[in-house]
């Protein structure tokens, strides 16, 4: 792990001028990505917990801190003596690459879900443990990466260096989905289209982002569509009049393949690995199917509370209840918010009353 400066980092924008510490790291994945993780604290207490607070797909680690202070997660948990880690995935904004690719390469954006499950939540959950001397940390996993987190569960790995999970609008499976984007990538080949036009990254604010919504105009009707409801279907509580302000650092950067991925999971009603054909499958995987990950094969030692929403499109109630159906063990908490959808659990205006103060309590029972 090395410490970094930036001018335009999360410390400096978004914890520092709140009164709160905060350092920025630099750690390497396996793979050779370089991730970006801040370390958010005010007076570190003998009996503060370590948590690590893991961010969805497309946002990064500043999607924790958008909210002003008292409504944020992040700065709520520092400022009750707790030691908050927040990770950045792999070609986030705030993370720092790869040792050898650059973002024009291809191969950089050759990743999805098991590159995350593999690579990017060990390195993370190593650094963290190691730095805070601690042998067990939290983690509160939002979206796709407790879509990641469930799928490290399940192969074993991790379940001895957490010792409390928060999964919010958990998206392990996707077969009720009906967020626009998701439903396109799948009806549309929307991963397959834009690997034929070398487009590799997906962010609807950069350059590359611009041709695909230019490519969705042609075919569906979505030209109206703001970026958020885009990806989640319609929010009920973010503040519009703070648009501007979240548009600064959201939406972010991450691969036309991950999409790719969740693709694949709504059409095969299914859990499982990036299918690659037969040919593929067999030489990276020993068998011409896609292994799954399997939510049974979870250890029940794991206390977990799961939070999901009625509105939420990318993390549909149905599927959220076959998640839960499939566990071995029931977790110790289930927050249900009929009128969320899935930005509303970390943009919304009310997500500290509703969300954090129950995430709080549970963390520190």
């Given at each position: 792990?090395?410490?970094?400066?930036?001018?335009?980092?999360?410390?400096?924008?978004?914890?520092?001028?709140?009164g709160?510490?905060?350092?920025?790291?630099?750690?390497?994945?396996q793979?050779?990505?370089?991730?970006?993780?801040?370390?958010?604290y005010r007076?570190?207490?003998?009996?503060?917990?370590?948590?690590?607070?893991?961010?969805?797909i497309?946002?990064?680690?500043?999607?924790?801190?958008?909210?002003?202070?008292?409504?944020s997660?992040?700065l709520?948990?520092?400022?009750?003596?707790?030691e908050?880690?927040?990770p950045?995935t792999?070609?986030s904004?705030?993370?720092?690459?790869?040792?050898?690719l650059?973002k024009?390469?291809?191969?950089?954006?050759?990743?999805?879900?098991?590159?995350?499950v593999?690579?990017?939540?060990?390195?993370?959950?190593?650094?963290v443990?190691?730095?805070s001397?601690?042998?067990?940390?939290?983690?509160v996993?939002?979206?796709q990466?407790?879509?990641?987190?469930?799928?490290?569960?399940?192969?074993g790995?991790?379940?001895?260096q957490?010792s409390?999970?928060?999964?919010?609008?958990?998206?392990a499976?996707?077969?009720?989905t009906?967020?626009?984007?998701?439903?396109?990538a799948?009806?549309?080949?929307?991963?397959?289209?834009?690997v034929g036009?070398?487009i590799?990254?997906?962010?609807p604010?950069?350059?590359s982002?611009a041709?695909?919504?230019?490519?969705?105009?042609v075919?569906?009707n979505i030209?109206?569509?703001?970026?958020?409801?885009?990806?989640?279907g319609?929010?009920?509580?973010?503040?519009?009049?703070?648009?501007?302000?979240i548009n600064k650092y959201?939406?972010q950067?991450t691969?036309?393949?991950?999409w790719?991925?969740?693709?694949q999971?709504?059409?095969?009603?299914?859990?499982?690995?990036?299918?690659?054909?037969?040919?593929?499958n067999?030489e990276?995987?020993?068998?011409?199917?896609?292994?799954?990950?399997?939510?049974s094969?979870?250890?029940?030692?794991?206390?977990?509370?799961?939070?999901h929403?009625g509105k939420d499109?990318?993390?549909?109630p149905?599927d959220?209840h076959?998640?839960?159906?499939?566990?071995k063990?029931?977790?110790?908490?289930?927050?249900?918010?009929p009128?969320?959808?899935?930005?509303?659990?970390?943009?919304?205006?009310?997500?500290?009353?509703?969300?954090?103060e129950?995430?709080v309590n549970?963390?520190?029972?």
């Amino acid at each position: 792990m090395q410490a970094v400066t930036r001018s335009d980092g999360i410390c400096k924008e978004l914890v520092a001028p709140h009164g709160f510490h905060c350092e920025e790291f630099m750690i390497q994945t396996q793979d050779g990505y370089l991730l970006g993780l801040q370390r958010v604290y005010r007076k570190i207490q003998k009996s503060g917990r370590t948590v690590i607070l893991y961010h969805g797909i497309d946002n990064g680690g500043d999607i924790w801190l958008l909210n002003p202070p008292r409504q944020s997660l992040a700065l709520m948990l520092a400022n009750r003596g707790h030691e908050v880690w927040i990770p950045n995935t792999r070609t986030s904004t705030y993370s720092y690459g790869h040792v050898s690719l650059s973002k024009d390469d291809k191969m950089y954006w050759d990743w999805s879900l098991d590159e995350l499950v593999n690579y990017d939540l060990p390195a993370v959950v190593e650094q963290v443990t190691a730095k805070s001397a601690t042998q067990k940390v939290d983690f509160v996993a939002y979206s796709q990466s407790s879509q990641a987190l469930l799928g490290a569960f399940s192969e074993g790995k991790l379940v001895d260096q957490i010792s409390k999970a928060v999964m919010i609008a958990p998206v392990a499976y996707v077969s009720h989905t009906t967020s626009p984007i998701a439903l396109i990538a799948t009806r549309f080949n929307l991963g397959l289209v834009l690997v034929g036009l070398n487009i590799y990254e997906f962010n609807p604010r950069s350059t590359s982002g611009a041709k695909i919504l230019e490519t969705l105009c042609v075919t569906v009707n979505i030209c109206e569509s703001d970026i958020l409801s885009l990806i989640t279907g319609p929010n009920c509580c973010v503040d519009d009049t703070r648009m501007e302000f979240i548009n600064k650092y959201e939406l972010q950067s991450t691969s036309v393949k991950n999409w790719n991925h969740l693709g694949q999971l709504f059409q095969k009603k299914s859990f499982t690995k990036f299918d690659y054909g037969e040919k593929e499958n067999q030489e990276r995987y020993g068998t011409k199917g896609v292994p799954e990950y399997v939510p049974s094969r979870i250890p029940t030692e794991i206390p977990m509370m799961l939070i999901h929403g009625g509105k939420d499109a990318l993390a549909d109630p149905d599927d959220v209840h076959r998640l839960l159906g499939e566990l071995k063990q029931t977790p110790e908490k289930v927050l249900f918010l009929p009128h969320y959808a899935h930005f509303d659990f970390v943009l919304g205006t009310n997500a500290s009353k509703d969300v954090y103060e129950g995430i709080v309590n549970f963390l520190e029972s």
